[in-house]
């Protein structure tokens, strides 16, 4: 079985910052991409950052130049560094891999349990 664990979600202040981990029960590289999804509450989840195995990154507008998203591959873990936070962050977090599982393009996704983070005015 796969597994996506998360820690690091929490209450923080506007203007700090939080960190975020997701541990993979596997080497990263065996997932094709993996990222950060958060969901507020009566919203659509949305994806925040997203790193592939070649270690390309990408990010949602709202959350270039503030949030980071990087890897350690000894500790098959994979972060996301959030900074300057606003109340607009205030989501459930999710931790996300994918493996594509044939040529058309299928894919199949884990995921991690969501974590809460919540800032505060």
């Known amino acids: 079985q796969v597994q996506l664990v998360e820690s690091g979600g929490g209450l923080v202040q506007a203007g700090g910052s939080l960190r975020l981990s997701c541990a993979a029960s596997r080497s990263i590289f065996r997932f094709d991409a993996m990222g950060w999804y958060r969901q507020a509450p009566g919203k659509q989840r949305e994806l925040v950052a997203g790193?592939?195995?070649?270690?390309?990154?990408n990010y949602a507008d709202s959350v270039k130049g503030r949030f980071v998203i990087s890897r350690d591959s000894a500790k098959n873990t994979v972060y996301l560094q959030m900074n300057n936070l606003t109340p607009e962050d205030t989501a459930v977090y999710y931790c996300?891999?994918?493996?594509?599982?044939?040529?058309?393009?299928?894919?199949?996704?884990?995921w991690g349990q969501g974590t809460q983070v919540t800032v505060s005015s």
């Open positions: 996300n891999a994918f493996t594509v599982v044939n040529v058309e393009g299928a894919k199949r996704d884990y």
């Open positions: 790193i592939n195995s070649g270690g390309t990154t």
